[in-house]
């Protein structure tokens, strides 16, 4: 029984790699498709939302049997544990991810943004799509030194989508109300991706350390 419990954990890792990875592509292609108004790309990650959806469903009632039926205690509880919660996490992650993409097909064949926050907006791109990358690799392997380089991305994309609040609210911006609201939603949605990594690197670092109030910090 105890080497099926522990197959049925190692389960639990690999499903979460599973789907960090596909949410890896679905930032990729969708804030390419933001960036450069690629129609195709962005109902493609649309379109390969529900497997996202899906996988965390199927990963949630592995671990809820895994409670019903082994009754894990100390590490091994928290790990199941943790695991829907991270499994949350990722599944709205892929959301987001939709989001941004369904922008590019409704502003199509028009960007998105105008010109002076392009810029902007292909780095918070860059840095969303560098945090599910590392967040992908932290969860293969726990190498908890990429915790850090998630938090920093962070706090760079933080930065940025700051400055995009007060761009808009500046007296030099001619965006109309449409684009207005079409550019805080996208850095809503970038933003929030970010913070999805960072709970999920938080969490890991529990489970590797046992410290919660050093991953909180």
Same mark, same amino acid.
């Given at each position: =029984? ?13 499903? !979460? ?18 960036? @450069? ?27 809820? +049997? ?7 205690? &100390? %590490? ?8 829907? %919660?991270?499994? &949350?996490?990722?599944? %709205? =992650? /892929? ?10 097909? #409704?502003? #199509? ?5 105008? *010109? ?13 799509? +560098? =945090?599910? *990358? +590392?967040? $992908?690799?932290?969860?293969? +392997? ?27 609210? /500046?007296?030099?911006? *001619?965006? /109309? ?6 550019? $805080? !939603?996208?850095?809503? #949605?970038? @933003? ?8 999920? &690197? ?6 590797? $350390?046992?410290?919660?109030? /050093?991953?909180?910090?």
């Amino acid at each position: =029984m105890r080497e099926v419990f522990q197959q049925e954990l190692r389960e639990v890792q690999d499903r !979460l790699v599973e789907i960090s990875s596909l949410v890896t592509v679905a930032i990729t292609n969708a804030t390419t498709a933001f960036n @450069e108004s690629n129609v195709s790309l962005a109902e493609s990650v649309i379109a390969e939302d529900h497997k996202i959806d899906a996988l965390a469903v199927s990963l949630d009632e592995l671990a809820i +049997n895994i409670l019903a039926l082994q009754q894990p205690v &100390a %590490r091994d509880l928290r790990i199941v544990v943790s695991a829907l %919660r991270i499994s &949350a996490s990722l599944e %709205r =992650m /892929g959301d987001l991810a939709e989001h941004i993409a369904q922008l590019a097909r #409704y502003r #199509y064949p028009d960007k998105v943004v105008k *010109k002076s926050l392009r810029g902007t907006f292909t780095e918070m791109g860059r840095l969303d799509v +560098n =945090m599910a *990358k +590392n967040l $992908t690799v932290l969860l293969t +392997n726990e190498d908890l030194a990429l915790v850090e380089v998630i938090r920093e991305d962070d706090d760079s994309l933080d930065e940025l989508h700051v400055s995009v609040f007060d761009a808009v609210l /500046g007296e030099t911006w *001619k965006g /109309g109300a449409v684009d207005t609201v079409d550019v $805080t !939603l996208a850095s809503r #949605y970038h @933003e929030r991706f970010g913070d999805h990594a960072v709970a999920i &690197a938080k969490k890991v670092q529990y489970l590797a $350390t046992g410290d919660w109030a /050093g991953a909180a910090e």
